[in-house]
C-alpha cells in the first residue's frame, strides 16, 4: 500500500504531462480550427446567397476577373449544340440519382460558353428520352455564373473517353467540346424545360455547414479531459498525504 501510495502522484504527474496537456491543446486547436471553418462558410453562403439574388446582366464576351462574377445571374442568347453533351455523374435530386448535363451554348456574337443546363434521371441519359427538351433555334438563356471545383480525395478521376464527369474541371471540359477554355460555366436557371427535362436551377448557393456541431463536440472533448486530469491531480493528491 506504501509502494501506491508513494507513486500515485509521480504517475498522474505523468499523466498530465503526456497525455492531458498536449490531448487538451490538440482538441482546443481542433476546435479553434472548426470556429475559423465556421466562420468561413457562414461568410461563404451570405456571398453566394447575396450575389444570386442580384440584378441579371448580360454574359459579357470575356470576363478578366471570374471570381467577381461568380454566382450572378447572367443572360445571353444562341443555340445550344446537343450533340456535344456531357455528363456529370453522381447528381441527385430530391435524393433521386442522376446525371447533370453539360451542353455546349453558341452565342449569337459566335462565341461559345458551357452550359449547366440541370439534372436528368439515370434512365433520361440518353437525348433520345428526352427529345422535348433538346431545344432548337435561338433562345434566350438566364442562370448563374460558376466555376469549377477541386475533387475531393474520394471523388472518382474524370473518364474524358467516356464522356463521363465526377467532378467540374474546365479546361479538360471545354478541352472535349472542342473549345477554348474558359475560366467559368453557366448553371441554367430553374425555368422548366419542355418535356421536363433537364430540371435547371442546380446551382448550390448554400454550402453544406455542421462546422458548429464539431466546435461543440472538439471543444467538450477538451473539457471533459480537463475535468477528469483535475480529479486524478486530486485524488493522487490525497492519496500521497494519507
Known amino acids: 500500500m506504501t509502494t501506491n501510495r508513494e507513486t500515485s502522484l509521480p504517475r498522474a504527474r505523468r499523466w498530465l504531462i503526456f497525455v ?10 481542433l476546435g479553434s480550427w472548426q470556429v475559423h471553418r465556421l466562420m468561413w462558410k457562414n461568410e461563404a453562403n451570405e456571398f453566394r446567397q447575396l450575389r444570386a439574388q442580384s440584378k441579371s446582366v448580360e454574359l459579357p464576351d470575356s470576363i478578366e476577373d471570374v471570381a467577381a462574377m461568380l454566382y450572378r445571374p447572367v443572360w445571353l442568347e444562341g443555340r445550344f449544340r446537343h450533340q456535344g453533351e456531357m455528363f456529370l455523374a453522381a447528381r441527385s435530386y430530391n435524393s433521386n440519382p442522376g446525371f447533370h448535363v453539360i451542353t455546349p451554348f453558341e452565342r449569337s456574337d459566335g462565341g461559345f460558353v458551357l452550359v449547366n443546363r440541370g439534372w436528368v434521371p439515370a434512365d433520361r ?11 432548337e433555334g435561338v433562345v434566350r438563356l438566364e442562370g448563374l455564373l460558376a466555376g469549377g471545383n477541386i475533387p ?6 474524370n473518364a ?3 464522356n463521363f464527369w465526377y467532378w467540374i474541371d474546365l479546361p479538360s471540359l471545354y478541352g472535349h467540346a472542342g473549345l477554348e477554355a474558359r475560366g467559368y460555366l453557366v448553371d441554367a436557371g430553374p425555368a422548366a424545360n419542355p418535356g421536363g427535362y433537364p430540371i435547371g436551377g442546380q446551382t448550390k448557393t448554400e454550402l453544406r455547414n455542421a462546422h458548429l456541431q464539431y466546435v461543440v463536440i472538439w471543444y ?11 480529479l486524478m491531480l486530486r485524488r493522487a493528491a490525497r492519496a500521497s498525504e494519507s
Not at 475531393?152 to 478521376?157: E, H, I, L, S
Not at 467538450?220 to 483535475?230: E, K
Open 20 to 29: 492531458a496537456i498536449p490531448g487538451v491543446l490538440v482538441l482546443l486547436a
Open 125 to 135: 441519359k440518353d437525348p433520345a428520352t428526352r427529345g422535348g427538351g433538346q431545344i
Open 152 to 157: 475531393g480525395w474520394m471523388t472518382p478521376d
Open 160 to 162: 474524358p473517353g467516356e
Open 220 to 230: 467538450a472533448l477538451a473539457a471533459c479531459l480537463s475535468v477528469i486530469t483535475f
